[in-house]
């Protein structure tokens, strides 16, 4: 089970920025995957996880609206698209997986299965 994320960068307030997390060794039906961020010197912090056995996607209040979830079947990869990038969201974003029957969670140790996580620092 691996998985790759990528599509950070160096962008400016107000932009938006997608980035993506590739699977490889699983399918993604069968795992539910968590987006994930830690800033300089704070702790990882769960934001968006989608269930796919259960048919859920779910995303922390407070980034509701700006965050969207989505996937491609084919590329057996899922996408976090950020709109209205601000600097409290430079971060390293990380992508996690947890086997799909147990659904969602919002802590870090849950998961057994880390991309290297993409560096996303907003500027001006």
């Known amino acids: 089970v691996q998985l790759q994320a990528s599509g950070g960068g160096l962008v400016q307030p107000g932009d938006s920025l997608r980035l993506s997390c590739t699977a490889s060794g699983f399918t993604l039906d069968d795992y539910a995957i968590g987006w994930f961020r830690q800033a300089p010197g704070k702790e990882r912090e769960g934001f968006s996880c989608r269930a796919e056995r259960q048919g859920r996607i779910y995303y922390v209040d407070s980034l509701k609206g700006r965050f969207t979830f989505s996937r491609d079947n084919a590329k057996n990869t899922v996408y976090l698209q950020i709109n209205s990038l601000q600097p409290e969201d430079t971060a390293v974003y990380y992508c996690?997986?947890?086997?799909?029957?147990?659904?969602?969670?919002?802590?870090?140790?849950?998961?057994?299965?880390w991309g290297q996580g993409t560096q996303v620092t907003v500027s001006s």
């Open positions: 996690a997986a947890r086997e799909g029957r147990y659904g969602c969670r919002a802590s870090p140790s849950e998961y057994p299965y």
